[in-house]
């Protein structure tokens, strides 16, 4: 869905943020730098430890360059030392749930097998277990229909290996308060 169209001058920039929720299912940004004669300006970019610089004066003479990147990415744009940058942004949205899109079997099973494996090792049945997200997720984007990447995949692991073990899995919101203790809320989801 397209979001906005923005315009970098001489010494623009952009803080380190991450995008916000702009409408139910959106998930990620796409940006396209238009044809602009332009330096400085780079896109720094960084997600669970790995940051990545992107520059886009290469778009400027003679072709498109776009990025895309999940909400909960933080990025950030440097100042521009000469011209007009010019970029054209677009919503993301999630339309149709992530667990009907198809993932490499392979690396479902894989991962099934493992889980499998280290629930069966358990002496006794653990009265819970957190397991933690890849992405950040806000209230209203926590739902198993939104999860992202390797965090999709995750869930339909363990949705297969708490079924067939007789686990209860609940999806839930955590949230740790200054005295050390945490309070959660559950989600309406569970085996």
């Known amino acids: 869905m397209p979001h906005k169209l923005l315009i970098y001058q001489k010494g623009s920039k952009f803080e380190p943020h991450r ?43 003679n072709r498109f360059q776009w990025l895309a990147w999940y909400n909960d990415v933080l990025h950030e744009v440097k100042p521009l030392t000469f011209g007009t940058r010019m970029v054209l942004t677009y919503n993301i949205l999630l339309i149709k749930p992530i ?63 708490c079924s067939a073990l007789n686990f209860t899995l609940l999806f839930a919101q955590i949230e740790k308060s200054p005295s050390m203790r945490a309070k959660y809320s559950t989600l309406s989801y569970g085996l």
């Open 19 to 61: 995008d916000s929720e702009k409408s139910s299912g959106h998930i990620a940004t796409l940006v396209v730098s238009l044809h602009s004669n332009h330096q400085g300006g780079s896109v720094h970019v960084s997600h669970a430890g790995q940051k990545k610089v992107f520059n886009t004066e290469s778009a400027s003479y």
């Open 99 to 161: 667990r009907h899109v198809i993932f490499n079997n392979s690396e479902l099973t894989s991962m099934k097998e493992e889980l499998m494996h280290t629930f069966q090792q358990w002496s006794g049945k653990p009265q819970m277990l957190w397991y933690l997200l890849e992405h950040e997720y806000s209230h209203r984007s926590l739902s198993e229909k939104l999860l992202k990447c390797n965090d999709a995949i995750r869930l339909r692991a363990l949705e297969a290996v």
